[in-house]
């Protein structure tokens, strides 16, 4: 396809592992990626699905087909089909500048995965067209496995104050919104269901949540995780912001989250998480 581009997370086999031959159902996010594709939404010249990838048991614990590089587990596509020409040119004039929705996701959460902030995994992302943006593109990535969506998990604490898991789960919070700050990405749509909680012994792994690096520059290395950890789901709108911008979106997610925290539990999580952007703030003024 004249002017098609493809790029992958990591060596797995290409578009093969899905078990297609092509790239054209990874585009159009249709039923020929999956007998067990299910859509998500549809609207506004955007589609997003999710489907198993091949050697997935289904429900009863069947394999229905041999199982490729990437397997097992369910992965979600966003095919940009016909954005408006709008959000096209900001995402090519705003920083970090994509020439296509899909690869302004990608290059989000691959900038956002670098400074400790939790996402799904990117897998690949495509691009149809030679121009100066590409209308026709696709990201996918593998779903949050074992999470649970935060708005759920939270509970009013007991009479004794924060229950230690609780307590466990609030201060990776705030260590999250920590790092979603440092990141310097605004998210105009961040909400309380955008984030999504993976109890204390997952199997997960965390970044140094100070931020430092190592003898190499590079952030801090993944160690064991002896807290929660917390992701974010979705990342469309999103964009490089001064500090000031970041702390006030940050701020109303907090609001956001008050009526399920008490007056205790939101202070830890807003000392942990916004601090040092005040502090950055300040310093800038």
């Known amino acids: ?33 999956s007998g067990r594709m299910e859509v998500l939404s549809d609207a506004h010249g955007v589609r997003r ?25 369910w992965v979600r596509l966003t095919a940009f089909r016909e954005p408006a020409w709008g959000e096209l040119l900001r995402a ?22 670098q400074h400790g902030v ?32 935060l708005e759920r998990w939270l509970r009013p604490a007991g009479p004794g104050g924060l229950a230690d898991e609780r307590e466990r789960g609030l201060r990776s919070l705030g260590l999250f919104l920590a790092n979603l700050a440092r990141a310097g990405v605004l998210l105009p749509e961040l909400a309380p269901g955008h984030l999504w909680i993976t109890p ?25 995780n002896r807290l929660p950890s917390l992701a974010l789901s979705e990342v469309g709108g999103g964009r490089f912001a001064p500090a000031v911008a970041v702390r006030e979106r940050l701020l109303a997610l907090c609001s956001a ?3 399920s925290l008490s ?19 300040a310093a800038a003024r």
Do not use: Q, Y
Request: hydrophobic residues 40%.
């Open 1 to 33: 396809m004249h002017g098609e581009r493809l790029f992958f997370a990591s060596e797995h086999g290409g578009i093969t592992a899905l078990g297609l031959g092509a790239s054209d159902a990874l585009f159009d996010a249709d039923a020929r990626l």
């Open 263 to 281: 007056g205790a539990e939101l202070a830890l999580v807003r000392d942990l998480g916004l601090e040092g952007v005040r502090a950055r703030v």
């Open 200 to 224: 204390a012994g997952g199997g997960e792994c965390e970044h140094d949540s100070t931020g430092s690096t190592g003898s190499t520059g590079e952030p801090g290395a993944p160690r064991k």
């Open 49 to 73: 699905v999710r489907f198993p990838l091949p050697g997935t048991p289904d429900a009863r614990g069947r394999l229905l087909e041999k199982p490729g590089a990437l397997a097992p587990g």
């Open 257 to 259: 989250l008050a009526s």
């Open 92 to 113: 090519r004039l705003t920083s970090p500048r994509s020439a296509s929705l899909a690869e302004r996701e990608w290059n989000l959460l691959c900038h956002l995965r």
């Open 118 to 149: 939790g996402t799904p995994e990117p897998l690949i992302v495509g691009a149809r067209g030679a121009g100066v943006v590409a209308r026709r593109s696709f990201l996918l990535v593998r779903e949050l496995e074992g999470a649970l969506a």
